[in-house]
Nanobody, 125 residues
Framework: QVQLVESGGGLVQPGGSLRLSCSSS????????MGWFRQVPGKEREFVAA????????HYADSVKGRFTISRDRASNTLYLQMDTLKPEDTAVYFC??????????????????WGQGTQVTVSP
C-alpha cells in the first residue's frame, strides 16, 4: 500500500499562513484525484479541498473558499495546501488522501483509498 506523508503543520497566529505538503513513498504513484481533509478531536473528519489530476479542476469546502489553495506539482509529484488568513477554527489535524476517481463527485471521504497520517495545524494567538 502506498504511503502518503504530510508535512508543514505547526503553530501559527490568527491571520497567518501555512503551506502543507504531501508526498508519496512511491514516486510513480500518480492518483487521478487528491484531496485534503481535517479532523478535530471528537468530531468527524471533514472535507477541505480536492484537485483533479494536476489542476483540471479544484474544489473547496465553503469554510475555506477564498483562503485556501490546493495545488499539485507534476515534477515533484507533491500535493500542496496553501492556507492563508488562518482562523482558530482551522485548528485540526490535516490529512492528505488519494483517489482513483476521475471526477469530483462531492466531499465524499469514501472516494479516497489512501491516506496520510496527518499533520497538526494549530491557529492560536
Amino acid at each position: 500500500q502506498v504511503q502518503l506523508v504530510e508535512s508543514g503543520g505547526g503553530l501559527v497566529q490568527p491571520g497567518g499562513s501555512l503551506r502543507l505538503s504531501c508526498s508519496s513513498s512511491d514516486p510513480t504513484f500518480k492518483p487521478y484525484m487528491m484531496g485534503w481533509f481535517r479532523q478535530v478531536p471528537g468530531k468527524e473528519r471533514e472535507f477541505v479541498a480536492a484537485i483533479v489530476w494536476f489542476g483540471i479542476s479544484t474544489h473547496y469546502a465553503d469554510s475555506v473558499k477564498g483562503r485556501f489553495t490546493i495545488s499539485r506539482d507534476r515534477a515533484s509529484n507533491t500535493l500542496y495546501l496553501q492556507m492563508d488568513t488562518l482562523k482558530p477554527e482551522d485548528t485540526a489535524v490535516y490529512f492528505c488522501a488519494a483517489s482513483p476517481k476521475i471526477e469530483f463527485r462531492g466531499p465524499r471521504e469514501w472516494d479516497f483509498d489512501d491516506w496520510g497520517q496527518g499533520t497538526q495545524v494549530t491557529v492560536s494567538p
